[in-house]
């Protein structure tokens, strides 16, 4: 299986490749050539053997089954339910997809541990280091940390927005005791956070000389292993159900991972509600409105404030019909402007696609989180309540409604103090972040700070 690049100036590469790189070198995105048809998993598959299977499809001839499966063996066994992702009800034919079970409660462990397993598995048999960059909106930063504590074949560096994440989300990447785990608190927002990761990936001399690595959502095979729970959660409800998907959404990845099963074969139908908050990006570009690079609001949904969803580059490419010149040109126009119009033909497609998009606020997330605790008795994260609140605004009279519940609540207890007036408490399981301290430095906004730090780190390694 080979991949290739969303702004079509790149030599195709393998999966292997696509992961250890993150961004391709003409600065789009690695997208598989074709969708592989994988078979559906039925109802009594375990989520290894969905994941083993999926990934395999994915990785094609460069990485054998065998280490696949022990790779997700190895990356799920910490997470705190058997499952991996259960189902549970909230409400007649309303459901929760329930991704927070993992060491830093939020979806990121899900496809962070196995990307850790991977780099492992491949730089150990190559005898080779790599530094591994990555911008956090606020718990990607963590699942990161954790998933890559301690490795020898790796040094992390983390980047995340000054003051614009939870103590919590900051104490899950600061306090890992590991001294291969490098944090920076950047004065700014997280769309700055990124833009320096591109950056530097971008710059080949840097690259190579600090042999750098993203795994940022861009990372394909995050996409691929997050399709995972979307393919078990229909094989649970169902294979002849017309699933409805609702995704709290900040770039894009999650969303975009669903959209994937789905070309894959592994969904029925294809539909899939991208829920956001004041930073909506997403709906006005499925409403085919131009790509900008607007201020990024600060909400109750720290880990959605992004206004440049990332992963959209790959969505665009393919409504774009695999334009590559065509997807190239708006990020040109993007980065010469600060804004670009989406291609004609793009924005009639992306409406057709079976994607759409739900706003909710703050006031309304707030809301969502007392409703769901008063008819359950469940305390959902301000996230997560974003999605049940479009999923309950969306009318569905054709099947099941699946909310992803991306983070745990205890990731953010002065949200759930607020809403519930409930002191909330990390669970058992997190116990030992809360016991080392924090170690992190702070600095500008600047390409140049994080591209010294980066080169003394490695200077240091060598
Ligand atoms: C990262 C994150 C999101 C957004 O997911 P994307 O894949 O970036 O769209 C939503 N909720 C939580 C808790 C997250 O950590």
Same mark, same amino acid.
């Given at each position: 299986m080979k991949y290739v690049s969303t702004r079509g100036n790149a030599e195709p590469v393998d999966f292997v490749s696509a992961s250890l790189t993150g961004l391709a070198p003409d600065g789009g995105l690695f997208s598989p050539v074709t969708f592989p048809q994988i078979e559906r998993p039925d109802a009594t598959a375990t989520y290894i053997e969905t994941a083993t299977s999926i990934l395999a499809a994915f990785a094609g001839s460069s990485l054998p089954e065998q280490a696949i499966?022990?790779? #997700?063996?190895? =990356?799920? %066994?910490?997470?705190? @339910?058997?499952?991996?992702?259960? +189902?549970?009800?909230?409400?007649?034919?309303?459901?929760?997809?329930?991704?927070?079970?993992?060491?830093?409660?939020?979806?990121?462990?899900?496809?962070?541990?196995?990307?850790?397993?991977?780099?492992?598995?491949?730089?150990?048999?190559?005898?080779?280091?790599?530094?591994?960059?990555?911008?956090?909106?606020?718990?990607?930063?963590?699942? #990161?940390?954790? =998933?890559? %504590?301690?490795?020898? @074949?790796?040094?992390?560096?983390? +980047?995340?927005?000054?003051?614009?994440?939870?103590?919590?989300?900051?104490?899950?990447?600061?306090?890992?005791?590991?001294?291969?785990?490098h944090n920076f608190a950047l004065e700014g927002d997280f769309d700055g956070t990124q833009a320096i990761l591109k950056l530097l990936l971008a710059d080949d001399q840097f690259r190579r000389r600090t042999r750098l690595a993203a795994v940022n959502s861009i990372n394909w095979v995050r996409v691929a292993a997050q399709s995972v729970y979307f393919a078990q959660a229909q094989a649970q409800l169902g294979h002849d159900r017309n699933i409805r998907f609702v995704v709290p959404t900040g770039n894009f990845g999650d969303a975009l991972a669903g959209y994937v099963a789905s070309r894959c074969g592994l969904l029925k139908s294809l539909d899939i509600v991208s829920a956001v908050n004041a930073n909506d990006a997403m709906a006005r570009l499925l409403a085919g409105m131009p790509l900008t690079k607007g201020e990024t609001a600060a909400t109750l949904s720290p880990a959605m404030d992004i206004q440049l969803p990332s992963n959209f580059e790959r969505l665009l490419f393919e409504a774009a019909g695999r334009d590559g010149a065509a997807v190239a040109s708006v990020y040109a126009s993007l980065a010469a402007k600060g804004e670009a119009p989406l291609p004609k033909a793009a924005a009639t497609s992306l409406d057709a696609m079976g994607l759409s998009a739900e706003r909710v606020s703050d006031h309304q997330t707030i809301d969502e989180m007392k409703r769901a605790y008063a008819e359950t008795g469940w305390i959902v994260c301000p996230h997560t309540a974003v999605g049940?609140?479009?999923?309950?605004?969306?009318?569905?009279?054709?099947?099941?409604?699946?909310?992803?519940?991306?983070?745990?609540?205890?990731?953010?207890?002065?949200?759930?103090?607020?809403?519930?007036?409930i002191d909330l408490g990390l669970p058992d399981r997190a116990s030992e972040f809360t016991s080392r301290p924090e170690k992190f430095d702070t600095g500008p906004m600047s390409a140049d700070f994080v591209r010294q730090r980066v080169d003394s780190i490695v200077a240091k390694a060598d």
């Open positions: 499966r022990e790779m #997700a063996v190895r =990356a799920y %066994a910490p997470f705190a @339910h058997q499952s991996v992702a259960p +189902l549970t009800e909230v409400g007649p034919g309303r459901w929760m997809l329930e991704l927070h079970h993992g060491p830093t409660l939020a979806f990121k462990d899900v496809a962070m541990r196995l990307i850790a397993q991977l780099y492992d598995h491949i730089l150990g048999q190559r005898g080779e280091r790599m530094t591994i960059l990555c911008a956090t909106s606020g718990d990607t930063g963590g699942a #990161a940390a954790s =998933a890559f %504590a301690g490795s020898k @074949h790796v040094d992390i560096v983390i +980047l995340h927005p000054l003051d614009r994440i939870s103590p919590t989300q900051r104490l899950f990447m600061t306090a890992t005791g590991a001294d291969n785990v049940l609140a479009a999923a309950r605004r969306s009318r569905h009279v054709d099947g099941p409604v699946v909310t992803l519940a991306t983070a745990h609540a205890a990731k953010f207890p002065e949200t759930v103090k607020r809403a519930l007036g």
